[in-house]
């Protein structure tokens, strides 16, 4: 054992109050991880859709922009892209998901876009650039919904890898420690008795044989 122990009564009763309330803490951790599990699981399928989602609508875009060009020509689609300003705005403010502080990023409501706020005139240009434009905020969309989702994702993923040490300790290394050590001094404490029992068996002996010699003496 690594850790020396003293073979004592009130040792064994400290040690096994130990196991206790490590058995205790290890059936919360276990309630805790399956609870985490539970919410992390849909979370992976949420992210596999967003990836999905984000690549699907990249490959319209692009596909969009490349009629576009073909249509309004290159020189128009680029100046269109030289005159569109603007920035993305997002909102980060954080929540909880089972005890786990997490950041929540959402798109802002001061950068929603509108036709008009696009940076140029839409008499100046046709259908086919406003929906493009409309295309390519809405991978930028996907892409904020993802950070949140993937932010979530690693949180908990952090968490449940955490916890999930922290059983395996208790589960595989301390009490099981802890149950060496109450046998160890179980052990001892039983070898203690036996051997004051047979000091007092042997005293005994000695106290009925000088009280016979005693006896014998006197007669």
């Known amino acids: 054992m690594a850790e020396k122990v003293n073979p004592t009564r009130s040792e064994l009763l400290y040690r096994r109050q130990q196991i206790k309330l490590a058995e205790q803490g290890m059936d919360l951790l276990k309630k805790k991880r399956d609870a985490l599990l539970r919410e992390f699981l849909p979370i992976i399928d949420e992210t596999m859709k967003l990836s999905m989602r984000l690549e699907r609508a990249t490959a319209d875009a692009q596909?969009?922009?490349?009629?576009?060009?073909?249509?309004?020509?290159k020189s128009v689609?680029?100046?269109?892209?030289?005159?569109?300003?603007?920035?993305?705005?997002v909102d980060i403010f954080g929540t909880h998901v089972m005890g786990?502080?997490?950041?929540v990023i959402r798109k802002s409501e001061v950068a929603l876009k509108n036709e008009l706020g696009r940076g140029y005139s839409i008499t100046g240009v046709g259908a086919?650039?406003?929906?493009?434009?409309?295309?390519?905020?809405?991978?930028?969309?996907?892409?904020?919904?993802s950070a949140d989702i993937e932010t979530r994702l690693r949180r908990l993923g952090e968490e449940l890898q955490k916890t999930n040490r922290r059983v395996n300790?208790?589960?595989?290394?301390?009490i099981p420690e802890l149950q060496v050590q109450?046998?160890?001094i179980f052990s001892a404490l039983d070898e203690r008795a036996r051997e004051d029992h047979f000091r007092l068996k042997k005293v005994k002996k000695k106290i009925i044989e000088r009280t016979q010699a005693a006896a014998e003496a006197r007669d």
């Open 169 to 174: 300790a208790l589960e595989s290394v301390v």
């Open 128 to 145: 086919r650039i406003d929906s493009t434009a409309g295309k390519f905020e809405e991978i930028i969309d996907i892409m904020i919904q």
């Open 77 to 89: 689609v680029k100046s269109v892209g030289f005159a569109t300003k603007g920035e993305v705005l």
């Open 100 to 103: 786990v502080p997490i950041p």
């Open 182 to 184: 109450v046998k160890f």
């Open 63 to 73: 596909q969009s922009l490349a009629l576009t060009k073909a249509v309004e020509g």
